[in-house]
């Protein structure tokens, strides 16, 4: 079994920064890749920032490009999302997954592409 905790969430005035982490632990070998996704209230899961390993890739939805930055150790199986200039319309409760299969057929922007998920840090943004 893996397991995947968020750290790093909290209240941050607009404008302002965050830096998630999360790290894995369990029966973890190599991944494939690690994400980010938020869920607003009210909202259906979506899909934030992406680092594949090999070759090291990032992808990130359009409306946190610029502002959001995914790195990662693909040793440590650890993933990290840095967010500046934090708008009110990104609080959301935000989880990191993990992909450890590949799965070249389902887009990477799908929850389904990814094997194990956190329970999720929330992030609120005060206008």
């Known amino acids: 079994q893996v397991q995947l905790v968020e750290s790093g969430g909290g209240l941050v005035q607009a404008g302002g920064s965050l830096r998630l982490s999360c790290a894995t632990s369990?029966?973890?070998?190599?991944?494939?890749?690690m994400a980010w996704f938020r869920q607003a209230p009210g909202k259906e899961r979506e899909f934030v920032a992406r680092?594949?390993?090999?070759?090291?890739?990032?992808y990130y939805t359009d409306f946190v490009k610029g502002r959001f930055t995914i790195s990662g150790d693909n040793a440590k199986n650890t993933v990290y999302l840095q967010m500046n200039s934090l708008k009110p319309e990104d609080t959301a409760v935000y989880y990191c997954?993990?992909?450890?299969?590949?799965?070249?057929?389902?887009?990477?922007?799908?929850?389904?592409?990814?094997?194990?998920w956190g329970q999720g840090t929330q992030v609120t943004v005060s206008s």
């Open positions: 680092v594949n390993w090999s070759p090291r890739t990032t």
């Open positions: 369990g029966r973890t070998s190599s991944s494939v890749a």
């Open positions: 997954a993990v992909q450890t299969r590949p799965r070249p057929s389902v887009s990477y922007s799908r929850s389904d592409k990814y094997d194990y």
